[in-house]
């Protein structure tokens, strides 16, 4: 069936070096992927998106990676900082349905 | 400042007792959704509604009930509170006419402590 999962449960890293944050999926029919970030407390909160016609995003201090082929979405944090210690969690949505699918978060701690 | 609110924050209620938790959002959202997530898990879709008198049951099985009446609400309850019902309870709405992308608006969540 959908799934959606995570490579690694925890990841730690020290302050303003880049995170890596991996995310394989299943369904070859998604077609819109999303990365959201979860503070203690929080609910999820939007971090940025990518269309399965692109394969690169940039933001702020962020990038999301599609790999079709593998089936494999990335988030990457460049200078990493304190604040960003947090759960991320990736989410999929197929073409046609209205529910987005989650994996299993990870959970970004930034050692100072 | 929050476009999607949730009520209350925090709630502990023994067992037996009937609950309602409050979810308005601001933002004129067709879509709204409900998510039970323990702490750090994923997020399991519980309820769902298109619009204002549609309601759909999720992926996980709940024994909660949704109402939605008004677009801006959308209030979970349960008849009859058990332990197996302690855990986080996420709001959320969405409307890809209004933003530009598909993505969730969520509310800060009520934490369901059933004692």
């Known amino acids: 069936g959908e799934s959606v999962g995570l490579h690694l449960p925890t990841l730690s890293v020290q302050e303003g070096d880049n995170s890596i944050i991996n995310c394989a999926y299943s369904?070859?029919?998604?077609?819109?992927f999303i990365w959201y970030k979860q503070e203690s407390g929080k609910g999820p909160q939007f971090i940025i998106d990518?269309?399965?016609?692109?394969d690169k995003r940039q933001g702020q201090r962020v990038t999301v990676l599609l790999n079709k082929t593998v089936k494999h979405l990335s988030l990457q944090i460049a200078a990493t900082q304190p604040g960003d210690s947090a759960v991320y969690f990736c989410?999929?949505?197929?073409?046609?349905?209205?529910?987005?699918?989650f994996g299993k978060g990870t959970k970004l701690t930034v050692n100072p | 400042e929050a476009d999607i609110y949730q009520t209350p924050r925090y709630l502990v209620i023994g067992t037996g007792k009937k609950i309602t938790l409050e979810c308005s959002q601001t933002?004129?959202?067709?879509?709204m959704y409900w998510y039970q997530q323990d702490p750090g898990m994923e997020l399991h879709l519980i309820h769902y509604?298109?619009?204002?008198?549609?309601?759909e049951k999720g992926d996980l099985s709940s024994e909660s009930t949704v109402s939605r009446i008004r677009t801006e609400h959308f209030p979970l309850t349960l008849e009859s509170a058990r332990p197996s019902h302690t855990s986080q309870y996420l709001c959320?709405?969405?409307?890809?006419?209004?933003?530009?992308?598909?993505?969730?608006?969520f509310g800060s969540g009520t934490r369901l402590t059933v004692v």
């Open positions: 933002m004129g959202h067709d879509k």
């Open positions: 509604s298109y619009g204002v008198n549609s309601t």
């Open positions: 990518i269309r399965s016609n692109m």
């Open positions: 989410a999929e949505n197929k073409s046609g349905s209205e529910k987005l699918v």
């Open positions: 369904n070859s029919a998604s077609d819109y």
């Open positions: 959320a709405s969405s409307d890809p006419r209004v933003k530009s992308n598909y993505g969730y608006t």
